[in-house]
């Protein structure tokens, strides 16, 4: 539907997104070193460090020759795993135009626990959809999926480059494209479920992120981008001015005065 490509929003409460810039940093390594192992190690890692629903919930056992982490574990070890470029590029692509000012709402240490709690609700999602599957489930999206709905929250009027149809660069304001984007994943889940993509656990992460932002937000932030106000125009008020006689010879002339007649700024959006 949409790439987003940036958007106009600075940081106010830190100087910089390094946990955004640290996980961006930990999947590029992973998914180079994933290209790069040979093809039984690398099913090994998907299945030893992906999400398998029927493994989590008892249904099924693993392979013990499979087994790299607990369980338990894979509800976050998924999200750093990616099937293909386009998988892996599309999810870092979101996490780094929302990821650094929903960190910059959050702060650090608290944005990290979000982003993976949001990959964990994921992961519980797909599992409580398919609690049989025996498929693994790799990919950020739950987490990704979260930082978008939180975004969402906070900034839904700040306006967003995005890339629309793969073709129109068009600056819209962030509530357009993400409010679309997130009912399109709820709208897939219930119509396409038959899809390799697990819209489930993007909607587990959407719905981790949408309330995880509310607890989790630095005191004071506010929801909505509440504080923002469209400046008005500048009003033109008449200044009594006291009268004084002046010299002819320096009274301005019509081309002067243009000259120094200061100029007044609208402002406005």
Request: net charge neutral; aromatic share 10%.
């Amino acid at each position: 539907m949409f790439i987003p490509l940036h958007d106009r929003n600075a940081l106010k409460h830190i100087k910089r997104q390094y946990v955004t810039l640290g996980l961006i940093a930990a999947n590029v390594v992973i998914h180079v070193l994933t290209l790069l192992m040979p093809e039984k190690l690398l099913e090994m890692c998907i299945y030893g460090l992906g999400f398998i629903a029927a493994v989590v919930f008892d249904f099924a056992d693993l392979d013990p020759s499979l087994v790299l982490v607990p369980e338990d574990t894979t509800y976050v070890t998924y999200a750093f795993l990616h099937a293909s470029w386009l998988h892996f590029g599309s999810n870092m692509l979101f996490l780094w135009v929302f990821g650094d000012n929903v960190e910059d709402a959050l702060g650090h240490w608290r944005f990290l626990f979000f982003y993976l709690v949001c990959a964990a609700a994921g992961a519980l999602v797909h599992g409580l959809l398919a609690p049989t599957s025996q498929a693994p489930l790799i990919g950020a999206s739950g987490a990704v999926s979260g930082v978008v709905a939180a975004y969402l929250m906070l900034h839904p009027k700040v306006r967003v480059w995005v890339l629309v149809l793969m073709r129109f660069p068009l600056p819209l304001p962030a509530f357009i494209p993400l409010a679309l984007w997130i009912g399109q994943q709820f709208a897939l889940l219930l119509f396409n479920a038959d899809s390799n993509v697990s819209f489930g656990a993007h909607v587990g992460g959407i719905i981790a992120g949408a309330l995880l932002v509310l607890v989790l937000r630095r005191p004071g932030v506010p929801l909505f981008d509440r504080t923002i106000v469209t400046p008005r125009a500048v009003e033109h008020l008449e200044i009594p001015v006291a009268e004084v006689v002046v010299p002819a010879a320096a009274q301005p002339t019509a081309r002067t005065a243009a000259r120094t007649t200061p100029r007044v700024t609208h402002w406005g959006r």
